[in-house]
Structures are given as structure tokens and as C-alpha cells.
């Protein structure tokens, strides 16, 4: 008789868990919504008035939360790929924002975008650098607030 109550009060707290997690999803794709809304309209704006050319930073601001961005994605969906261990994330994280970063350059390089002339590669490879940086500050808040393990133990 006692295990079944110890039983219910296990089901009960899975399903605050649960419930609990279900808000914070919400509020990750919250922020993940703004931060991508932002992106795009300071692009929007840094392509009419030409801000990635007046501001030397710029262009690096904007790979920093690009880098933010995809880490973002990529922890929204931690569930689904299913993975145990942080090294496995890790992993995805830093593979898929260097792809994108890289994807990325290729597209700007494709349609002569060469914002900095002589310096293109050093500024290919610093935006990759910024991108991934972003990513890995991601990464490691997110396990510090217990985003990674709390996902871990729910299975959520």
C-alpha cells in the first residue's frame, strides 16, 4: 500500500516536471523568436543604411547572435535528436554552427559581397570564429541554468 502511494506522488511530480518544462519550452522559443525577429530586422536596416560598412563591429555583432541563434535552435530540439551526453551536443552545436557560418561566407563571397577587400579571408574566418563563440556561450549558460540536464532527466 505504501508503494502505491510513493507511485502517485512519483507520477504527480513527473507530470509537474513535465508541465514545468512545457513553460520553459515556451519561453526558449520566445526568446528564440525575438532574438531571430531581431536579427533579421537589424540586417534589414544594416543592408539599407549600410551599417555593416560605417560600424566595423557590426558585421561581427551580427555573427554573434547568429551564433546565438542557431545554439538556441539547436537546444530547442535537444530532445529529438536524443542525445545522452554533452559531448555529443557539443558537438552538433559547434559542427552545425560552423556549417551554417560557413554556408554563409560562401553566399557572401558568391555574390560579391566583399565587405573588407583585401582582408576577406581574415574576415571569413573571424565571423566564423564570432559565430562559434556565440554558440559556445550558449552551450555552456544553458548547462550552467540546467537546460541540458533538466531535458536529460525528463526526456523532454
Known sequence: MDFEVNKEIDEVNIIKIKIGVGMKNKIFLLILFLLSTTIAILNIYAGRYFWY??????DLAMHFMGGIAVAL??????????????IK???????????????WEIMEFLIDANLFGKNYFFD?????????????IVFFMSN???IVNSREETNV
Open 124 to 136: 571569413t574566418l573571424t565571423d566564423i570564429f564570432i559565430g562559434l563563440i556565440g554558440a559556445l
Open 73 to 86: 535552435v539547436l537546444l530547442y530540439f535537444y530532445g529529438v535528436f536524443n542525445l545522452k551526453e554533452k
Open 144 to 146: 550552467k541554468i540546467g
Open 53 to 58: 560598412w560605417r560600424f566595423w563591429w557590426f
Open 89 to 103: 551536443l557539443i558537438s552538433l552545436i559547434l559542427f552545425s554552427t560552423f556549417t551554417i557560418a560557413v554556408s
